[in-house]
């Protein structure tokens, strides 16, 4: 997992129009008219990349308070550096720092 595999918005249900209006909003094209000589699946793309760059700016690289105090209620344990497991997936998938981070946030913060 890494830091760009958190998808907030389903691009696929868009229109054409919305897709293109995303894109100008996000200065991927110049205007709307530009965008909608496009394929669809390539816009459906460029979308999910945009979304991709905004997470990667919007997470923390250091565990937050909140993170903290749900590692010390157990949730979640550093067997080795840098790397924890986590109760809710059984504790059987490793995470890197940064994994157990973004984890966090798509369970617990963007819900």
Known sequence: ?????????????????????????????HDVESALQTDRED????????EEREIAHTVPTDFTEDMLAWIDDGNAVEIEPDTYIEQ?????????KEELILFYYKEFVWV
């Open 1 to 29: 997992m890494s830091m760009s595999s958190k998808k907030v918005l389903d691009f696929k249900d868009w229109s054409n129009q919305e897709l293109a209006s995303y894109l100008v909003d996000k200065d991927v094209y």
């Open 88 to 96: 809710t997936t059984q504790w059987k998938r490793p995470f890197t």
């Open 43 to 50: 816009l459906v793309e460029e979308c999910e990349d945009e």
